[in-house]
Antibody, heavy 119, light 108 residues
Framework: EVQLVESGGDLVQPGGSLRLSCGASGFTFNTYWMHWVRQAPGKGLVWVSRINTDGSSTTYADSVKGRFTISRDNARNTLYLQMNSLTAEDTAVYYCARGAVGATPFHYWGQGTLVTVSS | EIVLTQSPGTLSLSPGERATLYCRAS???????LAWYQQKAGQAPRLLIYGASSRTTGIPDRFSGSGSGTDFTLTISRLEPEDFAVYYC?????????FGQGTKVEIK
């Protein structure tokens, strides 16, 4: 059974940093592209970032480019999102989602982890 | 960036009725790489439809998708109580992979 479990969400002050993790199991992690998607309270889904199978290629939404870094550790079956210079607009539930190589939808999602940016 | 506009924002219907949800793209969606997701309160999204019209394994056949190019439709033939939720379309053919703003299907 495919499982994605996010962790690391917390209350952080504006300007602060946080690292999210997403543990994967039930599939061959190093053969899938992985994504982060966020959802602000009461709002819609927004794609954040994507990483390819070996971590050599990444893409970001304009809103997080230069502040967030996606990475992965295939030996640990874990996806990461390093978030720096956080603002209130980054407050959201962050989901990791499994894609595949190339253009594919997100068949599997984690349960999400809440990041709150507030003083 | 491809902008997806969903309509209506809210659909108020009764169980057993037919629901028709629309998703319009600001430019043609590559190879009709258009997906529909269902999200219930407090839960992660669930993939219903991909490739505009292919149902994911385990999704009931009352859910169907259609369309091509810039105009897509999700139809729920007869609403069951568990179908009342928010539905999002997503294009995954171009980067960034954008979502529509969602359509809420609520009980009338």
């Amino acid at each position: 059974e495919v499982q994605l479990v996010e962790s690391g969400g917390d209350l952080v002050q504006p300007g602060g940093s946080l690292r999210l993790s997403c543990g994967a199991s039930g599939f061959t992690f190093n053969t899938y592209w992985m994504h982060w998607v966020r959802q602000a309270p009461g709002k819609g889904l927004v794609w954040v970032s994507r990483i390819n199978t070996d971590g050599s290629s990444t893409t970001y939404a304009d809103s997080v480019k230069g502040r967030f870094t996606i990475s992965r550790d295939n030996a640990r079956n874990t996806l990461y999102l390093q978030m720096n210079s956080l603002t209130a607009e980054d407050t959201a539930v962050y989901y990791c989602a499994r894609g595949a190589v190339g253009a594919t939808p997100f068949h599997y999602w984690g349960q999400g982890t809440l990041v709150t940016v507030s003083s | 960036e491809i902008v997806l506009t969903q309509s209506p924002g809210t659909l108020s219907l009764s169980p057993g009725e037919r629901a028709t949800l629309y998703c319009r793209a600001s430019q043609s969606v590559l190879s009709n790489y258009l997906a529909w997701y269902q999200q219930k309160a407090g839960q992660a999204p669930r993939l219903l439809i991909y490739g505009a019209s292919s149902r994911t394994t385990g999704i009931p056949d009352r859910f169907s998708g259609s369309g091509s190019g810039t105009d897509f439709t999700l139809t729920i033939s007869r609403l069951e109580p568990e179908d009342f939720a928010v539905y999002y379309c997503q294009q995954y053919g171009s980067s960034p992979r954008t979502f529509g703003q969602g359509t809420k299907v609520e009980i009338k």
